[in-house]
């Protein structure tokens, strides 16, 4: 019997934007507050409960902007109440001075 995989288009995410909690408590409060445990948010955002811990713990002072959204919208409160969207600005490309190109002679 064969068993067939879909296989899912990778996302798209704008690796140059990241968020930065605010106030990591304040995530913890929202979701007590909609009756949510650690375990039932990180089900709803599909991230693990270690994640939500590392969060509401300011071990995890950054995070992806899909993420965020994902939180804010679980928690059903605008996203700036909770992050600030953080720009980070690309790493120039290094080269170690050797000319990579063939040449043949």
């Keep these: 019997m064969s068993v067939s995989i879909a296989h899912k288009r990778p996302r798209t995410y704008r690796k140059d934007y ?3 909690v ?4 304040m995530i913890r409060r929202w979701r007590k507050q909609r009756h949510y445990s650690q375990r ?3 089900y709803l955002v599909r991230r693990s409960q270690n ?5 509401e713990n300011g071990k995890l ?3 992806s902007e899909d993420l965020a ?3 804010a919208a679980r928690l059903d409160i605008p ?7 953080e720009e980070i600005k690309p ?9 990579n190109e063939r040449q043949v002679a």
């Design 51 to 55: 994640t939500i811990y590392k969060l």
């Design 40 to 42: 039932d948010l990180a």
């Design 61 to 63: 002072p950054t995070l």
């Design 18 to 20: 990241w968020m930065k």
């Design 69 to 71: 959204l994902a939180i």
């Design 22 to 25: 605010k106030d990591p408590a």
């Design 91 to 99: 790493m120039p490309q290094l080269t170690n001075g050797t000319n």
């Design 79 to 85: 996203w700036e109440d909770l992050f600030l969207e």
